[in-house]
């Protein structure tokens, strides 16, 4: 299959994961959206081990109505309501950790204010780009070598030029031309994904 098929394909998802004869459309499905579920879950306050099990919980569930579920583009994009499934979902975590636990403990991070839709579609959109940032790096990153990709990583921890090209043996002239290379490539599978993920 080639990309430009690829991307093509890819806006059918959500109707090729219905087909229950299509296994593949599903494990793509995962790969592009278990890594936004549980960032979603993280912004709640969760732990990671609970973001982890809330991201199984919102696949397994979506794995159960997928068949019968009808995308409306008119009632919002479909990341918000991966959102607000997960937002619930957490909310029914920290529910059950009361029972467990002394109010005190538990992270107030799920608040009233994550009950209303503009609070959750603006924390589905940072997200969402946090997510497509990540996936774009994790993308291009293997067609650098190592001392490119620990470059950008140093960077992206915000250490200045001048401490990188130290620690790294560099010229700072390179730490520059690393930059520069990366972004040009970070920039353009951000926007492929933005564009076929959409």
């Not at 991966?82 to 619930?88: D, H, Q, S, Y």
Request: proline share 1%.
């Amino acid at each position: 299959m080639s990309e430009h098929d690829s991307m093509r394909t890819r806006g059918t998802l959500l109707q090729r994961i219905g087909d229950s004869e299509n296994t593949h459309a599903w494990y793509e499905f995962v790969y592009y959206y278990q890594g936004y579920i549980y960032g979603v879950a993280r912004k709640t306050g969760l732990s990671h081990h609970d973001s982890q099990e809330i991201a199984q919980q919102v696949l397994t569930k979506l794995s159960n109505i997928i068949k019968t579920f009808k995308y409306s583009p008119e009632k919002g994009r479909f990341r918000s309501y991966l959102a607000r499934i997960t937002v619930n979902a957490a909310r029914n975590n920290f529910r059950e950790q009361r029972q467990n636990v002394s109010l005190s403990d538990i992270s107030e991070a799920v608040s009233d204010e994550l009950s209303e839709v503009p609070a959750i579609n603006k924390l589905a959109e940072e997200e969402w780009r946090n997510h497509l940032s990540r996936m774009a790096w994790k993308n291009v990153s293997v067609s650098f070598d190592e001392s490119v990709r620990k470059t950008w990583e140093m960077l992206s921890e915000g250490h200045s030029a001048e401490y990188i090209a130290s620690a790294l043996k560099l010229s700072e002239k390179s730490i520059y031309v690393y930059k520069k290379r990366v972004l040009e490539k970070l920039k353009a599978e951000f926007k492929r994904l933005e564009a076929d993920l959409e």
